[in-house]
């Protein structure tokens, strides 16, 4: 569950690094729960869009007092739990408990696009059209995990969206091969900048909460983004609005859970 959550929207490689030292320090869900939202913000480092911290906080808490300190593993109860979707109900289905579901990830439809419907891109998301496609490949035994986890690791190193390395591919046949390798339907995704969004000055602001142990003033927040007050404002009010950051009856600032005072 942890490293599902972690690795939303973020490359494994920079999940590795932090994933040992949080599951040791957190084992369980009630441990995690017991920790501070702030505790869980600063081992969250630069993993980035720490509102997953938040939630996997609010996650564990449930399992811990709602699920006797258990992950559970029937889908539907772990698609309703805080942070949980479609997606991280069914990787913790198939890779924590063995069971043979389909997890359909952007490399999963881009390997079953080419390899079965002979198109270079997997066109838009269908929930139902892309667990179906996979199901129907998928092995229902002992093996469908790692049959899960070869699609997935198959789409991020050999058929990938830009230069795909067909001359190392294991597949004996493939349709998009067949038909002579057609172009996409569609442009190349545009990759999303991070320098000098409103991500990057979220970022800078928790950067120095997590560097202070106690409340900081508005003006150290300043320091962080000089160059445009405005966006520097609309950050620091998303953050509070998130409940990653609290303001303290003083009027400083603080991470969520952050000493006794922290008020909104």
Known sequence: MVSEFMLQQTPVARVLPVWPDWVARWPTPSATSSASPADLLRAWGKLGYPRRAKRLHECATVIASEHDDVVPADIETLAALPGVGSYTARAVACFAYRQPVPVVDTNVRRVVARAVHGNADAGRPSAVRDQADVSDLLPHDETAPRFSAALMELGATVCTARSPRCGLCPLSECAWQLAGYPPASRPARRVQRYAGTDRQ????????????????????????????????????????????????????????????????
Request: aromatic share 4%.
């Open 201 to 264: 000055v979220r970022g800078r602001l928790l950067d120095v909460l997590r560097d202070n142990d106690s409340p900081v003033t508005g003006g150290q927040l300043d320091m962080a983004w000089q160059s445009d007050a405005a966006q520097r404002d609309r950050a620091l009010n998303s953050l509070l609005l998130d409940g990653l950051v609290v303001q303290t009856a003083a009027g400083r600032f603080a991470l969520a859970g952050e000493g006794d005072d922290a008020r909104r």
